[in-house]
């Protein structure tokens, strides 16, 4: 069972393109990050979400509590942005997704 | 203020061996645990710690045991090294919802 589904697993954009990472998670949470984790390389946390809408530069998160989802966006996409993208819920522990993997060709 | 320090990067056993992963934080988390990551299947949660003293196990603890002595460290003991162990491990601490990940260490098993 898991509590923490993404969508879509790979993906494959041109530079530019507008970009939209889905989470759905089944269990009751206190906030929800957007985790970016680029090949080889160490975890960071992009955002932290209880409600609403964040935006830091080119990437917007957004979170609708009631309906359960969370949707991360990445606009003008660009090669630097291919990582992989994890959706992570603080609930009694942390629960992850498996991951999206964000390709972007210039 | 060096966040979470995760030693060592990279480390290959033998069938086996034992080993200790080492994690530090300086943010004086109460919360840390050790995950690993295999692919396809996401971050899996082996043991946590919410303060010094107190452990308790995740979703796939066998063949690893933890301490926590201090705030600071948690180090992560793989007793008796299989090749199912085999992946890469990462250390985290968090208070709140904020959440610091380590840089994660690549283990091999032979």
Redesign the interface.
């Known amino acids: 069972k898991n509590e923490v589904e993404q969508s879509p697993q790979n993906l494959t954009a041109q530079e530019g393109e507008f970009i939209t990472i889905n989470c759905s998670y089944s269990v009751g949470i206190s906030a929800l990050h957007w985790l970016q984790q680029h090949p080889g390389g160490g975890i960071v946390s992009l955002f932290m979400l209880s409600s609403g809408k964040k935006k830091h530069g080119r990437l917007i998160a957004t979170i609708n509590i009631q309906e359960k989802h969370s949707s991360l966006h990445i606009t003008a996409s660009h090669p630097r942005d291919s990582a992989v993208y994890i959706c992570a819920v603080a609930g009694n522990q942390f629960y992850f997704g498996t991951g999206t993997s964000l390709t972007v060709i210039p | 203020n060096a966040g979470v320090t995760q030693t060592p990067k990279f480390q290959v056993l033998k069938t086996g061996q034992s080993m200790t992963l080492q994690c530090a934080q300086d943010m004086n988390h109460e919360y840390m645990?050790w995950?690993r990551q295999d692919p396809?299947?996401?971050?899996r949660?082996i043991h946590?710690s919410v303060g010094a003293g107190i452990t308790d196990q995740?979703e796939v603890p066998n063949g690893y045991n933890v301490s926590r002595s201090t705030t600071e460290d948690f180090p992560l003991r793989l007793l008796s090294a299989a090749p199912s162990q085999t992946s890469v491990y990462?250390c985290?601490s968090?208070l709140g919802?904020?959440?610091?990940?380590?840089?994660?260490t690549q283990l091999s098993v032979l």
């Open positions: 645990s995950y396809g299947m996401g971050l949660l946590y995740g990462f985290a968090s919802e904020k959440l610091f990940f380590g840089s994660g």
